[in-house]
């Protein structure tokens, strides 16, 4: 089966740094993506992976390592507009570039 | 670039009666859209896979007679949920790709049905 696993809930405490796990067994791998979701709203893109190594955009970084099926999203210097869920989702060998994504991880960040 | 706009933002039905959304891509034209439902704290679902001028590809255990799917042209796709009952309530979300592997998704679309 597929398989997209992340903790259900994490908090933080503004200003610090924050690393959300992503793991993965799936049938195929062509990318992982991070989105971020606040309540209401439609998830917007953060990164995109598909090579191993860490890609750093700003204050957030994702990483991957294929071989481990194993992706984080790290957050530095936490504003409390942070506050959101993390979807992490991968393109499996579905076909027309299919995203599974996982239940998401709600981030509270406090000040 | 790359804005997905859906129309419209919420509605309110009644059982029974059948209702539309429309999803565009503004700025690029979308090979492939997509949509999703999603129950409160919960993730996304998808529920169909749609190319233009083909019919849509529904994933296990959505209904392909009740989520009517017809994708007329590169930048439009419109979901009908048909006969909406009250179980049918949930946000509904489409998301568009020119091919390239990223989605962009619309902001949603709140259904209540009474």
């Known amino acids: 089966g597929q398989n997209i696993d992340q903790p259900t809930e994490m908090t933080a405490t503004e200003g610090a740094i924050v690393q959300i796990n992503c793991t993965y067994q799936t049938s195929g791998f062509n990318g992982l993506f991070w989105y971020q979701q606040h309540a209401g709203e439609a998830p917007t893109f953060l990164s995109y992976?598909?090579?191993?190594g860490l890609e750093e955009k700003g204050r957030f970084s994702s990483f991957l390592s294929r071989s481990k099926g194993y992706s984080y999203l790290l957050l530095k210097e936490l504003q409390m507009k942070d506050s959101a869920s993390y979807l992490c989702a991968v393109i499996g060998s579905g076909g027309y570039n299919k995203l599974i994504f996982g239940a998401g991880t709600r981030l509270a960040v406090h000040p | 670039g790359a804005v997905v706009s859906q129309h419209p933002s919420r509605v309110i039905c009644k059982s029974g009666t059948s209702v539309k959304i429309e999803c565009r891509s503004l700025?690029?034209?979308?090979?492939?859209m997509f949509w999703y439902r999603q129950f409160p704290k919960k993730s996304l679902m998808l529920m169909a896979t749609s190319n233009e001028g083909s019919k849509a590809t529904y994933e296990q255990g959505v209904e392909k007679d009740k989520f009517l799917i017809n994708h007329a042209s590169l930048t439009l796709s419109t979901l009908t949920v048909t006969s909406a009952h009250p179980e049918d309530s949930s946000f509904y979300i489409c998301?568009?790709?020119?091919?390239?592997?990223?989605?962009?998704f619309g902001p949603g679309t709140r259904l209540l049905v009474l």
């Open positions: 992976n598909v090579l191993d």
């Open positions: 998301s568009a790709t020119t091919g390239i592997e990223t989605q962009y």
């Open positions: 700025d690029f034209q979308a090979t492939t």
